[in-house]
T-cell receptor, first 113, second 114 residues
Framework: SQKIEQNSEALNIQEGKTATLTCNYT??????LQWYRQDPGRGPVFLLL?????KEKRKERLKVTFDTTLKQSLFHITASQPADSATYLC????????????FGAGTRLFVKA | EAGVAQSPRYKIIEKRQSVAFWCNPI?????LYWYQQILGQGPKLLIQ????????DSQLPKDRFSAERLKGVDSTLKIQPAKLEDSAVYLC????????????FGEGSRLTVL
């Protein structure tokens, strides 16, 4: 069966450290992968998109890697801040007769001051 | 630029009652999505429209859920009759087209079924 797996346990890190979140998938061949941030009571907000032929993408303190052989994406936040505390969702874009975006369950990140 | 608008933000109903949610996407966005997000889970796609046609509704419980997007702009999602397990946040999102990447989400409509 098709699965998207993200760390189910919350990630707690100290301010200034690098947070690394993992997204693993099985039985999918996504055209691209996206990362979203979701704060409590709000809708998800787009952060980054990486295509299947790209290995790495950066935006300010964010970095995403995409390994289609391992079927894994890593999402890094460098120099983390308490304001980075949120749930981070991984999403795969699938071509299945049309295109649709499938989300993982998300990983909750807490950054302590 | 105005974002995706949804209403109502909160709704509490008894089981077997009906409810409707409204979504106004970003102007010019051809693709509109309805997702269901149960507490502690990721958003689950219920239905996807391209203009006013349905692209995917494979996970929409069609015996109780219906959605329409008249004139290819606003959309309404209806649940009739509601069950306890329908308690969730209903997120509307839009994008420029299919396979164009970034989805823009509204703030969601939180439904509690008692």
């Amino acid at each position: 069966s098709q699965k998207i797996e993200q760390n189910s346990e919350a990630l707690n890190i100290q301010e200034g450290k690098t947070a690394t979140l993992t997204c693993n998938y099985t039985n999918y061949s996504p055209a691209y992968l996206q990362w979203y941030r979701q704060d409590p009571g709000r809708g998800p907000v787009f952060l980054l998109l990486i295509r299947e032929n790209e290995k790495e993408k950066r935006k300010e303190r964010l970095k995403v890697t995409f390994d289609t052989t391992l079927k894994q994406s890593l999402f890094h936040i460098t120099a983390s801040q308490p304001a980075d505390s949120a749930t981070y969702l991984c999403a795969l874009d699938m071509s299945t007769g049309g295109f649709k975006t499938i989300f993982g369950a998300g990983t909750r990140l807490f950054v302590k001051a | 630029e105005a974002g995706v608008a949804q209403s109502p933000r909160y709704k509490i109903i008894e089981k077997r009652q009906s409810v409707a949610f409204w979504c106004n996407p970003i102007s010019g966005h051809a693709t509109l999505y309805w997702y269901q997000q149960i507490l502690g889970q990721g958003p689950k796609l219920l239905i996807q429209f391209q203009n006013n046609g349905v692209v995917d509704d494979s996970q929409l419980p069609k015996d109780r859920f219906s959605a329409e997007r008249l004139k290819g702009v606003d959309s309404t999602l209806k649940i009739q009759p509601a069950k306890l397990e329908d308690s969730a946040v209903y997120l509307c999102a839009s994008s420029w087209g299919q396979h164009t990447g970034e989805l823009f989400f509204g703030e969601g409509s939180r439904l509690t079924v008692l």
